[in-house]
């Protein structure tokens, strides 16, 4: 079971992010013909497009970590249809002071909404949530790599 009661101390969290990756789930959500986006609020990737996703906790399973995300960041339940694969991430900024980049291995799932009309809530990373529909375009290079392998 995930230890989701006792968050890592600031300092802690400061020489994580500096040295080693972070293991994560991302959700590919198909939705009314497209898939669901969030404009992003914090770093990395702050004012973009992206796919909802999160850090997966010590002892969580991956798919445990997916089922969180989506309660978490939606305040929904998802179904899980497909694990897309594992993808590293690499940006050249972080949200942690002193840190100048950041590190992911995001495992992304292709996933659907358990019910048909879903009431999104949000949860603060996130200025709005929208459907994009194909053709794709000038989405986040990640956001786009993922979609290519749907």
Not at 133 to 139: C, V
């Amino acid at each position: 079971m995930a230890d989701t009661d006792n968050p890592i101390p600031d300092d802690e969290w400061h020489t994580i992010i500096a040295n080693v990756p972070l293991v994560s789930v991302d959700l590919v959500i198909e939705h009314d013909g497209g898939v669901l986006l969030g404009k992003r609020e914090n770093e990395p990737a702050k004012g973009e497009w992206f796919v909802p996703g999160g850090t997966v906790f010590k002892n969580e399973p991956r798919t445990d970590a997916v089922h969180r995300v989506a309660s978490e960041e939606l305040g929904e339940s998802v179904v899980i249809d497909d694990c897309l694969g594992t993808y590293e991430h690499f940006y050249e900024t972080a949200d942690v002071d002193g840190v100048n980049s950041k590190h992911y291995l995001a495992t992304a799932y292709r996933c659907h909404f358990e019910r048909g009309d879903p009431e999104i809530v949000g949860d603060g990373q996130h200025s709005a949530f929208q459907v994009f529909r194909p053709p794709f375009e000038n989405l986040h290079p990640y956001v786009d790599r993922y979609l290519d392998d749907c």
